[in-house]
């Protein structure tokens, strides 16, 4: 057996697209520098630190979903030796200045937002709720004196159905609320629904589930706090700064008084968007035991109280005239929001606010309540919100093309938005894109022709092969600031760099922003040598810091790159404006007559030139015009004027085993167009992980809970189907170029891209593999057992 | 004491990692007398009079081990927190089979969960890895 793995298409796309580079470096898949460090073992993770006297926590969490709670006896646990503290929710409020952050933008009209504590204390409302932490000088000793800590537990009835949690009158997720609504908004389309669907040839109607999934990041969540005059944090998290921000305020201190450091990560997914409650619960530990405290998660508490992914329920009713011509769609959303409101945010009505894809609709009409259950609260997880519109929109397209006896691709082209800017149901305007190039692209590159007549050709022998396609146009570069943050008591979603020449003419960059995986120490480096004409090798990326970092909200929505990577460029623009008034004095010319390119300042008159070096070394020294400091830095905070609006389509080619209800992904091609491309190795290293990401959803993920009573099921890798190098898909990765108009770089952002028409490329796929045995749509994920009653049930008995 | 606390937690070498509670993730994976084992499924003690080979014993001194050059070379890593695992077991996939299948090499690799890069570029770093081992092996030969 060879699989064919397919070779780069990336690098010919940019150079197809004949983008002229701003310097060598700008689209060239240069070789990660952060590499060197990772595969020799060197890699700092938040666990890899110590410092001398580091002490140990664990944390005691509640078993049940939810419960009183009559009692913590941590006197046996007290007693153990080594052990240097046991501290119950009680303990822990004493210590606190501020509850943990409900991020209000997009989540308008807000019901009821459960006031949050780091650690329960009469009520656990979710299975992994923190009850209480020990403190021991040794990772074991904390965890033998966790497990003789005796909680009295009293079982309280689990809100866990969301149909049934938005009933009047059913139980509640938290004893004292009336109900469990968090938000009940409406989105109202303009114009009559009702006569649009009266006048349709067509309508359909479908619930659509997405279920609850972990990110999994290989490294679990750690924590080291060292509380003394100042407070230090060593946080695996995406976003230090923020963190930061709401931990200062929680333990009341300054924010100035407390350094959040975020060294390697590995791996996030939106799972490490914060604060968490142990970002409080250590550092609160470490302030009571005077000693540094280190707590690191066991990947079981990572599935349990690491925040999930999805878990949104949609209920659509969709119309179309004869010709395929979309006329309107109405939407009802539940989400499942967990039992505290966590860092969610916009994403769960971003799903509907994209609910429309990458076509025209007349009319949309929405709803979203937001449901309150006793589960872990649900968060951000790559794509968040994207994935989710875009499995909607697409099931739909291929659930009216269905009725309309059309092929799904032609419904898809009749309808395509072809002008841009364009401004959608909601208001957003997406900046600019190709949808039909992207298509087509796909399309040849999967040979669509060619696999129906194959598709035919097998079906008449009992085999079952289906192809699903995937159109998407998604939200990223989160976000302008006018757009993002809910009112003035919040803050806007810009990004920050300082760019630091320093005389030697080498070059520190500092960003607020951090990588886990996406390679900035490279790419951040290459827009900055070539925006200054320098050396690759001499610009170095410092991430993560927040003692010298300048404010940042991090890494997550695809941002890095379109805002962070523009702060980047914006900082290096500063500096050359800088170098070049010392360059024209050095050069006795006027500002006006001194270009910049490559690194060389030249007199337009004379053609004399000075290097970025020399103009760096000379910003340093005496003898510099009047009105100009020394020194060569600069800082830039960008705010850009709109979201970027990267869009594709990828085609999944499938056989479903109608014996087994395996199904076998046979080819994949991802056509996605994320403007300019900074490094081509990068990018597709992002699609070829988003896609598999969204590919297990389809197929494998899910966290389970018993119907019966809320519990959760399973807990560890044992059961939790994260894919193996076995259910690898040997991604095609092709591109289209279109450069946004936001930003002076024309990049998107790529980071969740993958993800995000992946798991409807394969439902589709089977859908249309199925399609003869009458399967009309089918849940994720498509497990071989869901698929093999959906094959069986409806057949006769003699048939099986 | 199981293995890997020792190694991290005792002697301070912090290039293998763990991943899970389970023993899938493989990214606690060394080499105990050569072959690659999961440190988190064997005890400390279990190995005394045996020689344990990590990360970073992998490489000799600047140079690379084949297997680490051919990850940086195919972009097989992203966050590389898997990565040393995914090394070390690859590694010791080639002592064991020098001219590997992709079923073989999906066999062997079954043990180690990388959730970032897909295993696309992991499958083609480690075929790169076997080939460029290949090849030196039939210099050497040459040589004689």
Known sequence: ?800 | MLLVHFLRDQLGMTGTHIGCDTSQCGACTVWLDGDAVKSCTIFAVQADGHKVTTIEGLSTGQKLHPMQQAFHDEHALQCGYCTPGFIMSAASLLKRIPHPTDEDLLHGLEGNICRCTGYVNILKAVRRAAEIASNETRDDEAEK
């Not at chain 1, 979710?126 to 403190?135: F, L, R, T």
């Open chain 1, 1 to 800: 057996m060879t699989i064919r793995l397919a070779t780069s298409e990336t690098q010919e796309a940019v150079r197809e697209a004949g983008r002229a580079s701003q310097g060598p470096y700008s689209g060239q898949s240069v070789p990660r520098v952060e590499d060197s460090r990772l595969i020799r073992g060197q890699g700092q993770y938040v666990d890899d630190f110590t410092t001398s006297n580091v002490a140990y926590a664990e944390i005691v969490r509640s078993p049940l979903p939810h419960a009183r709670i009559r009692g913590v006896d941590t006197s046996a646990a007290a007693a153990l030796p080594g052990v240097l503290g046991v501290f119950t929710g009680h303990d822990i409020v004493i210590e606190l200045h501020a509850l943990l952050p409900v991020i209000a933008a997009g989540v308008p009209n807000r019901r009821q937002t459960p006031p949050q504590y780091p650690i329960a204390i009469d009520e656990a409302v979710y299975e992994g709720e923190p009850v209480a932490v020990v403190v021991a000088d040794t990772r074991y000793g904390a965890a033998d004196a966790a497990e003789l800590v005796a909680v009295d537990y009293e079982p309280l009835p689990a809100v866990h159905d969301l149909d049934a949690a938005i009933v009047e009158g059913s139980g509640v997720t938290h004893a004292d609320a009336a109900d469990n609504i968090g938000w009940d908004v409406a989105l109202p389309g303009e114009g009559d629904v009702d006569a649009a669907f009266a006048g349709a040839a067509v309508t359909v109607t479908q619930r659509i589930v997405q279920q609850r999934v972990c990110a999994a990041s290989i490294e679990c969540r750690s924590v080291l706090a060292d509380y003394r005059d100042r407070l230090t944090v060593w946080n695996s998290s995406q976003m230090p700064h923020f963190n930061r921000m709401y931990v200062a305020e929680g333990l009341g201190l300054p924010e100035s008084k407390v350094r959040f450091i975020s060294p390697d990560v590995g791996g996030a997914f939106g799972s490490k968007m914060g604060p968490y409650a142990e970002d409080y619960l250590i550092p609160i530990a470490s302030k009571l035991v005077g000693r540094p405290v280190k707590w690191t998660e066991t990947r079981s508490e990572n599935l349990s109280s690491t925040s999930h992914g999805r878990g949104q329920v949609f209920d659509i009713e969709a119309a179309a005239a004869a010709d395929g011509t979309l006329l309107a769609m109405k939407i009802k959303q539940l989400v499942d929001i967990g039992a505290y409101f966590g860092r969610t945010g916009a994403n769960p009505i971003v799903s509907v606010q994209l609910s429309g894809g990458c076509y025209r609709w007349p009319i949309i009409e929405a709803r979203s309540i937001g449901v309150l259950t006793n589960k872990m609260w649900t968060g951000p997880y790559r794509g968040a919100g994207r994935p989710e519109a875009t499995h909607l929109v697409e099931r739909v397209m291929d659930l009216l093309a269905h009725e309309l006896h059309m092929d799904p691709v032609e419904i898809r082209r009749r309808n395509f938005i072809t002008r841009f800017p364009h401004v959608n149901n909601f208001g957003f305007t997406y900046d600019s894109g190709g949808y039909h190039g992207a298509l087509d692209r796909a399309l040849d590159a999967i040979d669509y022709t060619g696999f129906r007549q194959r598709q035919a050709d097998l079906r008449a022998r009992g085999r079952f092969l289906g192809i699903g396609v995937g159109c998407y146009v998604e939200i990223s570069g989160f976000g302008p600031s006018w757009q993002t943050a809910a009112d003035d008591h919040e803050i806007g979603l810009t990004e920050s760099a300082v760019v630091r020449m320093h005389p030697s003419g080498a070059v520190s960059v500092f960003a607020g922003t951090h990588s886990h995986g996406q390679g900035h120490a490279t790419s951040f480096a290459q827009i900055a040598a070539d925006a200054l004409g320098v050396a690759l090798a001499d610009v170095d990326v410092v991430e993560g810091d927040t003692s010298n970092t300048p404010f940042g909200h991090g890494t997550y929505g695809s941002r890095s790159t379109p805002v962070g990577g523009m702060a980047v460029y914006t900082a290096c623009q500063r500096i050359i404006e800088k170098g070049t008034a010392i360059a024209a004095h050095l050069l006795h010319t006027s500002i006006d007559d001194v270009s910049f390119k490559g690194g060389i300042f030249t007199d337009a008159a004379t053609g004399e030139r000075r290097s970025i070096k020399d103009v760096t070394l000379a910003s340093y020294n005496r003898g510099l015009p009047d009105g100009i400091e020394q020194g060569m830095e600069a800082t830039a905070f960008f705010d850009p004027p709109n979201f970027t609006w990267p869009f594709g389509t990828h085609i999944c080619e499938v056989e479903v085993d109608t014996h087994t209800g395996v199904t076998k992904i046979l080819r994949y091609v991802a056509v996605d167009d994320c403007g300019n491309i900074i490094n081509p190795m990068l990018v597709e290293g992002q699609i070829h992980g988003g896609v598999l990401q969204g590919v297990a959803q389809a197929l494998l993920e899910e966290v389970q809970y018993s119907e019966e009573d809320g519990q959760r099921l399973g807990g560890t890798f044992l059961d939790y189907l994260v894919p193996t190098i076995n259910e690898m898909v040997p991604t095609e990765v092709y591109h289209t170029v279109t450069p946004t108009p936001t930003n002076s770089l024309g990049v998107k952002g790529v980071g969740e891209a993958g993800t995000i028409a992946s798991s409807v490329a394969v439902i589709n796929a089977i859908c249309d593999a199925l399609e003869p045995l009458g399967v009309r749509h089918v849940e994720m994920p498509a497990s071989p057992q869901r698929l093999w009653h959906l094959i069986h049930d409806g057949m006769p008995a003699a048939l099986r």
